[in-house]
T-cell receptor, first 112, second 111 residues
Framework: GDSVTQMEGPVTLSEEAFLTINCTYT??????LFWYVQYPGEGLQLLLK?????DKGSNKGFEATYRKETTSFHLEKGSVQVSDSAVYFC???????????FGRGTSLIVHP | NAGVTQTPKFQVLKTGQSMTLQCAQD?????MYWYRQDPGMGLRLIYY???????DKGEVPNGYNVSRLNKREFSLRLESAAPSQTSVYFC??????????FGPGTRLTVT
């Protein structure tokens, strides 16, 4: 079956540091890929998505590129802020399946 | 538009009590889902409804029942609550590009 593997957290950074959160996946077909963010006490929110190979999703300074050859969708941001502290989830959905697959989540803590 | 709404936000139950968690969406989406989130366990799918009139079990359905009341509403019922059901429960829908939209969650404690 499908699976999503994310790097373990927490990831702890200083403000303005560069962020990378690794995500790799296995899928039987050609999935759409997503990053969601969960702030404390809230539900998950869609951060960005990519629907086919080589697509780059971007939002709020975050970016991720759909790499079919390495089955990866790493999340990056050039300069993190304290307000980016949250849990980040990588996920995939395959057309024809109603059930998405989520990674376990990676906690990001940004210090001033 | 409110998106996905859930009630209640918080609930404390005693073991053996029953309750229903409510979810409603105004996004005109066909698919709706119930997840639970526990520390270190990520999100686990309890039940889902691909469309009005259908429901299917997810990864952890034991101890729960669901009702897809209409296209907008999808409820989750705990018939006899157990401490193992202490968790945060999220309702979600799926959009046209397979992205999910989540409600704010219900934080349930069973004592």
């Amino acid at each position: 079956g499908d699976s999503v593997t994310q790097m373990e957290g927490p990831v702890t950074l200083s403000e303005e540091a560069f962020l990378t959160i690794n995500c790799t996946y296995t899928a039987t077909g050609y999935p759409s890929l997503f990053w969601y963010v969960q702030y404390p006490g809230e539900g998950l929110q869609l951060l960005l998505k990519a629907t086919k190979a080589d697509d780059k999703g971007s939002n709020k300074g975050f970016e991720a590129t759909y790499r079919k050859e390495t089955t990866s969708f790493h999340l990056e941001k050039g300069s993190v802020q304290v307000s980016d502290s949250a849990v980040y989830f990588c996920a995939l959905s395959e057309g024809g399946s109603y059930i998405p697959t989520f990674g376990r989540g990676t906690s990001l803590i940004v210090h001033p | 538009n409110a998106g996905v709404t859930q009630t209640p936000k918080f609930q404390v139950l005693k073991t053996g009590q029953s309750m229903t968690l409510q979810c409603a969406q105004d996004m005109n989406h066909n698919s709706m889902y119930w997840y639970r989130q526990d520390p270190g366990m990520g999100l686990r799918l309890i039940y889902y409804s691909a469309s009005e009139g259908t429901t299917d079990k997810g990864e952890v359905p034991n101890g729960y029942n669901v009702s897809r009341l209409n296209k907008r509403e999808f409820s989750l019922r705990l018939e006899s609550a157990a401490p193992s059901q202490t968790s945060v429960y999220f309702c979600a829908t799926t959009g046209a590009s397979y992205e999910q939209y989540f409600g704010p969650g219900t934080r349930l404690t069973v004592t």
